[in-house]
């Protein structure tokens, strides 16, 4: 049984968030609405502060509101859990092929989800005989078009999204080689959608360059991406067949069955000499 830290306290320090959590357990109780009286009675707040509580909650869609006066739990919660789910089973299957991956090659080995118009870092394998500081923590964020994995992603968006993702983000840049320019983006995906991996040519970080292949889950669907970092001078295009073996290891520990249409095998059916710099 997993110990509780006596440093963390045993309720919210913000009172607010104590009666929140009091709220939605008790909507959790019950499948079918629940009015706002029985809720009142049930946590012992009084009615005005359950309305006040419950119409904040409402419109963060994490309480719907099926008819005046009623109360459930929202969708809002549904999208949040299916998306901690994804991760967990993700990073689970991918941990110890990634650590596997990391004591042949000895950098770091990046796994990456996207969220939105970035892509998160949920788990990494490294040491610090590498040789290469890691910057971006597990929990860190990047903008798709420079990252490798987030080129993924991309590269499987119809040209209409990706439009209106360079304009939404003005494919903005953090070193003289990102990607600012959407034509030059578009080449780069269509790479991407060939040969089924992505690169960072020092485009998020001078001095850091990036390989990516991605992971998909029993539905054929990029569930995640797969990449090693590596000082620009370093990285080592034997490294690939071996990111892309590792990659292949975690689809089908989360059920991906392997054809040579898809994405995720399509460099090994071309080859990944078009893919060299």
């Given at each position: 049984?997993?110990?509780?830290?006596?440093?963390?306290?045993?309720?919210?320090?913000?009172?607010?968030?104590?009666?929140?959590?009091?709220?939605?357990?008790?909507?959790?109780?019950?499948?079918?609405?629940?009015?706002?009286?029985?809720?009142?009675?049930?946590?012992?707040?009084?009615?005005?502060?359950?309305?006040?509580?419950?119409?904040?909650?409402?419109?963060?869609?994490?309480?719907?509101?099926?008819?005046?006066?009623?109360?459930?739990?929202?969708?809002?919660?549904?999208?949040?859990?299916?998306?901690?789910?994804a991760r967990l089973s993700v990073r689970d299957?991918?941990?110890?092929?990634?650590?596997?991956?990391?004591?042949?090659?000895?950098?770091?080995?990046?796994?990456?989800?996207?969220?939105?118009?970035?892509?998160?870092?949920?788990?990494?394998?490294?040491?610090?005989?590498?040789?290469?500081?890691?910057?971006?923590?597990?929990?860190?964020?990047?903008?798709?078009?420079?990252?490798?994995?987030?080129?993924?992603?991309?590269?499987?968006?119809?040209?209409?999204?990706?439009?209106?993702?360079?304009?939404?983000?003005?494919?903005?840049?953090?070193?003289?080689?990102?990607?600012?320019?959407?034509?030059?983006?578009?080449?780069?995906?269509?790479?991407?959608?060939?040969?089924?991996?992505?690169?960072?040519?020092?485009?998020?970080?001078?001095?850091?360059?990036?390989?990516?292949?991605?992971?998909?889950?029993?539905?054929?669907?990029?569930?995640?991406?797969?990449?090693?970092?590596?000082?620009?001078?370093?990285?080592?295009?034997?490294?690939?067949?071996?990111?892309?073996?590792?990659?292949?290891?975690?689809?089908?520990?989360?059920?991906?069955?392997?054809?040579?249409?898809?994405?995720?095998?399509?460099?090994?059916?071309?080859?990944?000499?078009?893919?060299?710099?």
């Amino acid at each position: 049984m997993k110990k509780i830290d006596p440093s963390i306290p045993v309720k919210p320090s913000v009172q607010v968030l104590e009666r929140m959590f009091t709220l939605i357990d008790v909507l959790a109780s019950r499948e079918e609405a629940i009015s706002l009286k029985e809720i009142s009675e049930k946590t012992g707040l009084h009615p005005s502060t359950t309305h006040r509580i419950l119409n904040d909650l409402t419109i963060g869609r994490f309480v719907d509101r099926p008819e005046s006066g009623s109360y459930r739990l929202g969708m809002r919660l549904l999208e949040l859990g299916n998306l901690v789910k994804a991760r967990l089973s993700v990073r689970d299957a991918a941990l110890t092929p990634m650590r596997n991956l990391h004591k042949l090659i000895q950098q770091p080995v990046n796994l990456s989800m996207r969220q939105g118009d970035e892509i998160v870092y949920v788990e990494r394998a490294y040491s610090e005989r590498s040789g290469m500081q890691v910057v971006r923590a597990i929990g860190g964020r990047a903008p798709l078009h420079l990252t490798s994995t987030g080129k993924l992603f991309l590269a499987l968006d119809d040209p209409q999204r990706v439009r209106a993702y360079a304009t939404r983000t003005g494919l903005s840049g953090q070193t003289r080689n990102s990607i600012t320019q959407l034509p030059v983006l578009e080449r780069e995906l269509a790479k991407a959608r060939q040969y089924g991996i992505a690169r960072d040519n020092e485009e998020l970080e001078l001095g850091v360059r990036c390989m990516a292949a991605g992971v998909y889950d029993d539905q054929g669907k990029l569930v995640a991406g797969l990449s090693i970092s590596a000082p620009a001078d370093r990285l080592d295009e034997g490294w690939l067949p071996k990111l892309q073996a590792t990659a292949s290891e975690i689809s089908t520990a989360l059920g991906y069955a392997a054809s040579a249409d898809t994405p995720a095998d399509a460099a090994a059916s071309h080859g990944v000499r078009g893919l060299m710099r």
